[in-house]
């Protein structure tokens, strides 16, 4: 069980008295921000005999603020006045209350490293740590925040808070003054390094487990209705959904790109962060995308094998990169992308030009044959580094999946490995990123006739059929939606986009320059 830790700096000062404000919380009358900081946690957060209270001294503060009566007046008489540990006492709090005594004062970088080293001693494992560093000396907020992050890596402790009392901005009449937290910019500076963790790394872990650990409490206390919280939410789960892709070779779903349209959409809708100085990080995020399509798009193969590549995870880059070029040929010649069977045609044309197989030796069922041919046939499969690298590509993948211990062939040194996949990456690129590429691509095209209408091609005359098959190619029936009279114009957008998407999505499969047919209502 998590313990909670309350960790504060007492000062040697002679503190005047105020009453400690936060919220709708008025502490008494203290002379001590410690007790008006734990009169507000505890009133908000249940505290057990297992958690604790440590309180950082040196020896002036334990002498004249920790004990009672240590200070003087100008006659040098003992003024009679509780100190801290009489007044923490007094709150009959179930925790330990705890001393860190014979603190040094600072004064150089070996005393500080003490002071350091001996709060750090007082963490455990999996602590929930609430700091108060109104006293003290000028370097120990920062010292607190350092040791706060350094407790979160080591001892994976959560810091609850980061409070002071601001006694200087009191208001004279009334003596308040408020108890500020500034645990945002601890926030903001967790949501710093996880952003730089994958920016630098391709590694969205880390803002992965900020968001289930910042954003899941706000969207409980209200309900799921803090739309900041949520949108920021669903923006971190579309991101870890588009890695977690490319990580895992997911080759169908880059292609079809459905959750990095949704990432790119999420993104849009945050038009203000929790934290305002967050909205930069989550630009320079933003900038990462541009290099993929939010459509159905086979370059964001080719994207995704170039930025598994830079993020140094090589063999899933050498397998997008190698998936992807067959991916294209399938496109180029109306041959199913996501059918083992179908996809093996590609394979196979790459290796009987790559180790020049003669006809009659090809493995390939009769029924394929003639689409081998006809992929043989590409003027594209006459580029000898296209067909290089392909089989580069199939050398390091098999080295990569054997681990390379393979008896017939020496293992690749990683240096090669990782020259060679940056070759293929430069190829692949070149070739099919190029104006040649497209202008083949287009040259090839097959004719689609999609059919959008209650009026089935089967109940056309022979004829119409026939001319319309030779002048526009091969018929895809697509049923007219039922446009009800009472929709509104959002309603009926909606079902458009659906509707154009279907379209759309044929006519990249089929690699066709797709006409239309479209009759029905005329709203729609």
Not at 6 to 26: M, P, R, V
Not at 206 to 232: F, Q
Request: net charge negative; hydrophobic share 35%.
């Amino acid at each position: 069980m998590s313990r909670k830790v309350f960790i504060s700096f007492l000062g040697s000062t002679n503190y005047g008295e105020c009453y400690y404000t936060k919220d709708s919380f008025i502490s008494p009358k203290v002379r001590y921000i410690q007790e008006a900081t734990l009169r507000y946690i505890t009133q908000h957060e249940e505290w057990t005999e297992n958690d604790a209270i440590y309180i950082l001294l040196t020896r002036g503060a334990e002498e004249k603020n920790w004990n009672d009566n240590g200070h003087r007046d100008t006659d040098e008489k003992p003024i009679v006045q509780e100190g801290l540990k009489t007044r923490l006492t007094a709150l009959q709090l179930p925790c330990s209350i705890n001393s860190i005594p014979n603190l040094p004062d600072g004064n150089n970088e070996t005393e500080i490293m003490e002071i350091f080293e001996r709060i750090f001693e007082q963490i455990n494992d999996n602590d929930l740590l609430y700091f108060d560093i109104t006293h003290g000396f000028r370097y120990l907020p920062m010292l607190t925040v350092v040791l706060g992050n350094y407790a979160k890596f080591l001892k994976t402790a959560l810091i609850k808070s980061i409070t002071y009392g601001n006694y200087e901005s009191r208001n004279k009449q009334s003596y308040k003054a408020p108890i500020i937290d500034i645990l945002p910019l601890s926030a903001l500076q967790d949501w710093t390094f996880a952003a730089a963790n994958y920016l630098e790394n391709g590694d969205v872990k880390k803002m992965a487990t900020l968001s289930r650990e910042k954003l899941t409490p706000i969207l409980a206390v209200s309900l799921g209705k803090d739309t900041n919280a949520s949108n920021l939410r669903t923006f971190v789960k579309h991101l870890e959904t588009v890695i977690e892709e490319r990580r895992t070779c997911r080759g169908i779903d880059i292609f079809k790109s459905k959750s990095f349209a949704a990432l790119y959409d999420s993104y849009n809708k945050i038009d203000n962060c929790l934290l305002k100085p967050l909205q930069p990080i989550l630009n320079k995020i933003e900038e990462s995308f541009e290099n993929f399509d939010i459509n159905q798009n086979i370059k964001n193969g080719f994207a995704a094998a170039r930025w598994c590549y830079n993020f140094g995870m090589y063999q899933q880059a050498a397998t997008i990169l190698q998936e992807n070029i067959v991916s294209w040929f399938c496109l180029l010649h109306n041959i199913k992308i996501d059918n083992e069977e179908e996809r093996e045609i590609i394979n196979k044309a790459f290796a009987i030009k790559n180790e020049h197989i003669e006809e009659s030796k090809w493995k390939i069922e009769p029924k394929h044959k003639e689409k081998l041919v006809d992929v043989l046939n590409d003027s594209f499969f006459s580029k000898r580094v296209l067909i290089d690298t392909f089989g580069s590509l199939t050398e390091v993948r098999n080295d990569f999946n054997h681990s390379g211990m393979r008896s017939k062939r020496m293992p690749l040194d990683p240096q090669s490995i990782i020259k060679n996949i940056e070759k293929c990456l430069n190829n692949a690129e070149e070739i099919f990123l190029s104006n040649e590429c497209k202008n083949h691509k287009e040259s090839i095209k097959n004719k689609l006739l999609i059919n959008l209408s209650n009026h089935p091609s089967s109940t056309w005359s022979e004829t119409q059929r026939k001319t319309a098959i030779e002048q526009f190619g091969d018929i895809i029936e697509i049923p007219f939606p039922e446009i009800e009279p009472e929709w509104d114009s959002k309603k009926i957008d909606n079902i458009v986009e659906i509707y154009l998407e279907k379209i759309l999505t044929m006519a990249e499969e089929k690699n066709a320059h797709a006409v239309v047919h479209l009759m029905g209502e005329y709203v729609f």
